[in-house]
């Protein structure tokens, strides 16, 4: 699979190449979180409404998801929840080490644990501004990690 380039000839991480996929159940933020992608340059913007939704979108894109940007309290499947079944592998041709960025409005410590234990590769507390989505993604995408499919599955996420 070829290297796709991430930084422009200044250094800036290059985020016009990147496909991006938020998760949010609340239109009014992913509309937010959509225009604050498109004016750090991100080309490549897929919206889902829940973790259900978004499981779907990942099980039949055509085009590589370089990231995943996913709200945490969600009525039809949590942002852990999505969370958790990328990292053990159940989304067919989605790899279970993908970027994945828990957007929330809580910083409540059990739920920064749980991400931790599946190895979030970012965290990012509401409200967002486009530095700190700039700055989070760089960071998560920079992030990597040995996938350990029986850690995740002991992770008890709620429901």
């Not at 991006?20 to 239109?27: Q, R």
């Not at 939704?53 to 942002?79: E, H, I, P, W």
Request: glycine content about 6%.
């Amino acid at each position: 699979m070829p290297h796709t380039r991430v930084h422009s000839l200044s250094g800036e991480p290059d985020f016009k190449s990147l496909h991006i996929l938020i998760v949010d159940d609340d239109a009014p933020m992913l509309d937010l979180i959509e225009a604050l992608l498109q004016s750090i340059g991100v080309g490549h913007v897929t919206r889902a409404d829940s973790g259900v939704d978004a499981f779907a979108k990942l099980s039949k894109t055509d085009r590589v998801v370089d990231c995943v940007l996913c709200d945490y309290t969600m009525a039809n499947g949590n942002g852990l929840q999505l969370l958790q079944a990328i990292r053990m592998g159940q989304i067919k041709y989605f790899r279970p080490d993908a970027c994945f960025v828990l957007l929330t409005a809580s910083s409540d410590p059990t739920t920064v644990a749980m991400a931790m234990e599946l190895d979030v590769n970012g965290y990012l507390v509401k409200p967002v501004t486009s530095d700190k989505l700039r700055v989070a993604i760089s960071k998560a995408r920079a992030r990597s990690f040995r996938i350990n499919f029986q850690k995740y599955s002991q992770v008890v996420v709620p429901a």
